[in-house]
């Protein structure tokens, strides 16, 4: 049994809707009640043009990492994502910030995601959900990789989800 950090995002078609099908997705892979962040939203990076809503949920799960990425991937598409161009807009994205300890590098499965720390809209979710986190990879505390990532617009909402 593993915990897991799930990154959330969506700046296309009802947002809301792609977050709350997402939390009850993830509820049904985790073996102890999901714990959910605030929505944030935030301007893209990349070419998307419309603003993103940002979460993180932490779950509990006996999955694998290769088979919780696959049934991310699967979710993902049954909600309607189609492959766009890299950073482009999407209905819904998943990826796995943080399983247990673990470090994995492969062509597949990268893990912690290896762009994480240069993004507000994942640390700050992640901060409200795992304060006391530290970056497996390098020691360093979630609040200092928020201090240290690059400034962009971000906002906390009073949407729930």
């Given amino acids: 049994m593993e915990t897991v950090i799930v990154a959330i995002g969506a700046n296309l078609g009802d947002r809301l ?14 073996l102890k009640p999901i714990i959910k962040s605030s929505i944030w939203e935030s301007e893209p ?20 990492p290769k088979d919780l990425l696959d049934q991310l991937k699967a979710f993902e598409k049954n909600a309607g994502r189609t492959q766009t161009e890299r950073w482009g807009p999407r209905v819904l994205d998943l990826d ?14 990268i893990i912690p995601h290896p762009e994480y720390r240069k993004r507000l809209f994942v640390l700050k ?3 409200e959900i795992d304060p006391n986190w530290v970056d497996i990879s390098t020691g360093t505390p979630i609040q200092q990789l928020v201090e240290k990532a690059p400034r962009m617009e971000i906002e906390k909402t009073d949407i729930s989800w």
């Fill in 45 to 64: 990076v990349g070419p998307a043009k419309y603003t993103f809503y940002n979460g993180a949920a932490k779950i509990t799960t006996n999955l694998s």
């Fill in 125 to 127: 979710p992640m901060l």
């Fill in 96 to 109: 796995i910030i943080r399983y247990g300890n673990l470090v994995i590098d492969k062509d597949t499965l």
């Fill in 17 to 30: 809707k792609s977050f709350k099908s997402a939390a009850e997705f993830l509820a049904s892979l985790s």
